[in-house]
């Protein structure tokens, strides 16, 4: 017996979904400069590919991941905007 399909529509307009609210969410934060700039599709897409990455890695290897897990402070960290810190643009 072959085990049940998953509905591949709902999970398409679920991901859709988390996507377009995490958009929103990205947008709200450069309005309040919490966010840092840049095209907020492509920064949706960047925290989503991190957290599948760290979803598979719970998965496959939970040890591994407790040892390792970040915390969320460093995901936000990379969202943030942040003083240019090359030396050219300081002159």
Known sequence: MKPP?????RL????????AMLRTLIVE??????VADGDPDQLAVFVMAGLDGL?????????????????????????RPQP???SWAKQ
């Open 84 to 86: 240019c810190q090359h």
């Open 55 to 79: 979803s598979r890695l719970a998965a496959r290897q939970p040890r591994e991941f407790k040892r390792h897990v970040p915390g969320a402070q460093i995901l936000l960290r990379m969202l």
């Open 29 to 34: 934060g450069q309005c309040s400069g919490e």
């Open 12 to 19: 398409r307009n679920s991901r859709r979904a988390f996507q």
């Open 5 to 9: 399909r998953p509905d591949c529509g």
